[in-house]
């Protein structure tokens, strides 16, 4: 079995009870390190034809996907993790790309794209992107229930959450939380309901804290 750990520039991903690889996004040099857990310490490093910003790993630990940017506009890079190479390069528009996230069962990924105001949702079986959701100004950071039933997004400048339905792309909720949100997460644990989204905002210096179902409630700590 196959563990996933992700964390904005930096994933690890487990193959067995002792080994791993650590997948670290490389902004300066456009790259990706990819770090293996053996008693040599051996590296190895995928160039790319994009900036990186952030990464996560597919549930299955069979890809990940990089979202970065060009000199003319925002790619998502997919690298296979059996072989470590690129396989495909998404084009998902804007200048500016913000946060990266995938559905439990790996068959959409959501990036918000900071420039556009917008989510590009890409379709995983063919790497296309199917729908563009508009949302609030400057989104950064972007999550998905652990159930896959919405995607959360924190708009810097409109200083509130947007909540995506994934069943139909839709913008069916804004939230307002603290001032310029940057982070947003959602507990794990499917035994919870409705489930926790978890909204940290750069200028209030606190962190909202969403009941995740309809109707959302929220709080400040």
Do not use: C
């Not at 293996?36 to 590296?43: A, L, M, V």
């Amino acid at each position: 079995m196959r563990i996933i750990l992700a964390s904005l520039m930096l994933s690890v991903l487990y193959t067995g009870a002792a080994l791993a690889q650590i997948y670290v996004a490389n902004g300066d040099d456009d790259s990706v390190s990819i770090f293996f857990d053996t008693t040599d310490g051996s590296t190895i490093t995928v160039d790319l034809d994009l900036t990186p910003g952030f990464l996560v790993v597919s549930p299955d630990g069979d890809f990940v996907y990089v979202v970065g940017t060009t000199k003319t506009t925002n790619m998502v890079a997919v690298i296979r993790t059996s072989d470590n190479t690129v396989v495909d390069m998404v084009d998902v528009g804007g200048e500016f790309p913000g946060g990266i996230a995938v559905t439990p069962d790996g068959s959409h990924l959501y990036v918000s794209i900071s420039t556009s105001n917008s989510v590009s949702v890409i379709q995983t079986s063919d790497n296309k992107v199917v729908d563009t959701v508009g949302v609030g100004k400057n989104p950064l950071g972007i999550a998905v229930s652990v159930d896959g039933a919405y995607v959360f997004v924190a708009n810097f400048e409109s200083d509130n959450l947007s909540v995506i339905q994934t069943s139909n792309n839709k913008n069916i909720m804004t939230v307002p939380v603290g001032k310029s949100p940057v982070g947003v997460t959602t507990n794990p644990k499917t035994s919870s309901f409705p489930p926790t989204v978890f909204v940290t905002n750069s200028v209030s210096n606190n962190m909202s804290v969403l009941a995740a179902g309809p109707p959302l409630w929220h709080d400040f700590l």
